[in-house]
């Protein structure tokens, strides 16, 4: 097959707000036409084997590709710094002083913790008939563990729950592109985390250990604002997304409360069903094949990990939710070197989170037909999710 260059094409992402919630219509139809498509200046790739095959080939990489302007100087220098925009070798010096604190044998002993940060979030949430899941679990959840984990003390949650949304608002997918405000977030954080560090503190938090490390100064604050970030926004996409699902689809929540120890599995599987982080960028670092068509070095290489995971080639029926899906190895953490550094946390948390809304509140179903969206295709998820709590909180 002859090998293609760039032709004209369009931005196949202008979804409007109504299709925001369901883009897998639209993956569908790129992955069958032209899987691999030239559009708004950046190549799109919709198909699995292509996105795998992108994601573990070091021929692409990000090579200072910070998608920050310049007149946005704090925020940039942040971004730059963080794990996801960096390369070797500075990405495996820097990946290897943090990924000791998320490694499954880390993460586990955090169960008793998290559990009883989830139990207090829905003792709260039952408070009240009607509720809003992701202000009121999905969203404040993952920034109390990420906090434990820092050494940040929790009643600053709140605080840093704002500021790393303002962070996000500033994501090249959003209409608008809130960058003054994440600005200014970045500065109020960087300041926050470089006082953290003055704190007297031991090791066994993840600033004392990166600061026993030698990590200091702008890598710190910059390390700790992106472990805030990419801890909670992707989690708690990942429990509202999944609490969706399973409330669309009875016989799964039948089957879920009346095996719980099925939780795990149905976590990969939501993981695939509907992917937290829609799409991840790279650069070609030199002329590079993919699909039939040729990517020239420099070229802006989108993966779209969302239409990865609903790829028949991969998963037969993508469409249907199935809790009992053969392995079959999905994108929803990345692959390759940028491999999500929180999957086992991430993990954890959906089901401590999921096992726990269906135990605590065996009524709850949804307040609202239509759901809103965040106006984002990137990080995906409800805006707001508007439940019913319907039953009295249960103590056991």
């Keep these: 097959m002859p090998v293609r260059r760039a032709g004209a094409g369009m931005n196949p992402f202008s979804v409007p707000a109504g299709q925001l919630a369901?883009?897998?219509?639209?993956?569908?139809?790129?992955?069958?036409?032209?899987?691999?498509?030239?559009?708004?200046?950046?190549?799109?790739?919709?198909?699995?084997?292509?996105?795998?095959?992108?994601?573990?080939?070091?021929?692409?990489?990000?090579?200072?590709?910070?998608?920050?302007?310049?007149?946005?100087?704090?925020?940039?220098e942040m971004v730059a710094n963080w794990l996801v925009f960096l390369d070797p070798p500075e990405h495996t010096a820097l990946r290897a002083h943090v990924a000791g604190h998320f490694t499954q044998?880390?993460?586990?002993?955090?169960?008793?913790?998290?559990?009883?940060?989830?139990?207090?979030?829905?003792?709260?949430?039952?408070?009240?008939?009607?509720?809003?899941?992701?202000?009121?679990?999905?969203?404040?959840?993952?920034?109390?563990?990420?906090?434990?984990?820092?050494?940040?003390?929790?009643?600053?949650?709140?605080?840093?729950?704002?500021?790393?949304?303002?962070?996000?608002?500033?994501?090249?997918?959003?209409?608008?592109?809130?960058?003054?405000?994440?600005?200014?977030?970045?500065?109020?954080?960087?300041?926050?985390?470089?006082?953290?560090?003055?704190?007297?503190?031991?090791?066994?938090?993840?600033?004392?250990?990166?600061?026993?490390?030698?990590?200091?100064?702008?890598?710190?604050?910059?390390?700790?604002?992106?472990?805030?970030?990419?801890?909670?926004?992707?989690t708690t996409n990942l429990l509202a997304k999944g609490v969706l699902a399973i409330l669309r689809h009875p016989d799964a929540r039948a089957e879920l409360s009346a095996v719980p120890e099925l939780m795990p599995q149905a976590v990969e599987e939501l993981l695939r069903y509907d992917t937290p982080v829609q799409m991840v960028r790279r650069t070609a670092g030199q002329d590079v094949e993919v699909g039939g068509r040729m990517i020239e070095a420099g070229g802006t290489v989108v993966l779209v990990l969302g239409s990865a995971n609903r790829d028949p080639a991969r998963f037969p029926d993508p469409d249907r939710l199935d809790l009992h899906r053969g392995p079959g190895r999905h994108a929803g953490f990345g692959l390759g070197i940028h491999y999500c550094l929180g999957a086992h946390l991430a993990r954890l948390e959906a089901e401590i989170g999921l096992a726990g809304l269906l135990r605590r509140l065996p009524g709850l179903s949804l307040a609202e037909h239509r759901v809103p969206y965040a106006d984002d295709l990137v990080f995906h998820g409800p805006s707001r999710l508007l439940v019913s709590t319907s039953s009295l909180l249960e103590t056991t």
């Design 105 to 234: 044998a880390r993460v586990v002993p955090l169960r008793p913790r998290i559990e009883a940060l989830a139990d207090g979030l829905l003792a709260e949430l039952a408070a009240h008939p009607v509720a809003d899941l992701v202000a009121g679990f999905a969203a404040p959840l993952p920034i109390l563990v990420v906090a434990d984990l820092l050494g940040v003390p929790a009643t600053e949650h709140r605080w840093l729950r704002e500021r790393a949304v303002a962070l996000q608002e500033a994501n090249t997918s959003r209409v608008g592109g809130g960058h003054a405000a994440a600005d200014r977030a970045a500065r109020e954080l960087s300041a926050f985390f470089e006082a953290e560090a003055r704190r007297p503190r031991g090791d066994d938090d993840l600033i004392g250990h990166l600061l026993a490390a030698g990590v200091t100064g702008v890598p710190l604050a910059s390390t700790c604002v992106h472990l805030l970030t990419a801890g909670h926004e992707t």
């Design 22 to 76: 369901d883009p897998y219509p639209v993956y569908r139809r790129y992955r069958e036409a032209e899987p691999v498509h030239h559009g708004d200046g950046k190549w799109y790739v919709f198909g699995y084997d292509d996105v795998a095959a992108v994601l573990t080939d070091r021929r692409f990489g990000r090579y200072g590709a910070v998608p920050v302007p310049p007149e946005y100087p704090a925020l940039r």
